[in-house]
T-cell receptor, first 110, second 115 residues
Framework: EDKVVQSPLSLVVHEGDTVTLNCSYEVTNFRSLLWYKQEKKAPTFLFMLTSSGIEKKSGRLSSILDKKELFSILNITATQTGDSAVYLCAVDQGAQKLVFGQGTRLTINP | ETGVTQTPRHLVMGMTNKKSLKCEQHLGHNAMYWYKQSAKKPLELMFVYSLEERVENNSVPSRFSPECPNSSHLFLHLHTLQPEDSALYLC??????????????FGPGTRLTVT
């Protein structure tokens, strides 16, 4: 059975801290790995990773994929209260099939 | 502002009720999707429509009945639901079915509570 597992499920840190969110996967078909940020309701796209070892970066957020060990991490440096959200990891199996993890609920306290 | 809208945003219904969720996309996309997000569970794909034809049905119980009258509108008809069906139901759309999955645009969701 295809599965995507995220850890931790919940994380509370102080503003300014650096956090690392983890995503591991076991799937039959892999095209890419996606990270989303879900504030309130609608998930919004952050990164798409297809190749191992190549870091994607956007401001204070960065992500990398390890296709040998079947995991990805999402780093957020100098966290701000606006980073508080649920972060979703998903594997794209092609043909619009996404297998999602449970999400990590990140809370940034001022 | 998202180009995908969903109504209602919140819905409380009894187990014997019949209700419908509506999704509308203003992006000119040809593919639309229903997802279910239960508490502490991964987002689950329920149905996929491409050009108004259903192309995916992930073993969803028949008490959920989708309808796609045109490429801009998607409905999810609900009847005789169970309390465990309480969840956030998200609609999404993409340009075409074979476009990269990260180009799915999500709506704000309908929070459904079954009593």
């Amino acid at each position: 059975e295809d599965k995507v597992v995220q850890s931790p499920l919940s994380l509370v840190v102080h503003e300014g801290d650096t956090v690392t969110l983890n995503c591991s996967y076991e799937v039959t078909n892999f095209r890419s790995l996606l990270w989303y940020k879900q504030e309130k309701k609608a998930p919004t796209f952050l990164f798409m990773l297809t190749s191992s070892g190549i870091e994607k970066k956007s401001g204070r957020l960065s992500s990398i994929l390890d296709k040998k060990e079947l995991f990805s991490i999402l780093n957020i440096t100098a966290t701000q209260t606006g980073d508080s959200a649920v972060y979703l990891c998903a594997v794209d199996q092609g043909a619009q099939k996404l297998v999602f993890g449970q999400g990590t609920r990140l809370t940034i306290n001022p | 502002e998202t180009g995908v809208t969903q109504t209602p945003r919140h819905l409380v219904m009894g187990m014997t009720n019949k209700k419908s969720l509506k999704c509308e996309q203003h992006l000119g996309h040809n593919a639309m999707y229903w997802y279910k997000q239960s508490a502490k569970k991964p987002l689950e794909l329920m149905f996929v429509y491409s050009l108004e034809e259903r192309v995916e049905n992930n073993s969803v119980p028949s008490r959920f009945s989708p309808e796609c009258p045109n490429s801009s509108h998607l409905f999810l008809h609900l009847h005789t639901l169970q309390p465990e069906d309480s969840a956030l139901y998200l609609c999404a759309s993409s340009q075409e079915l074979w476009f990269p999955s990260y180009e799915q645009y999500f709506g704000p969701g309908t929070r459904l509570t079954v009593t």
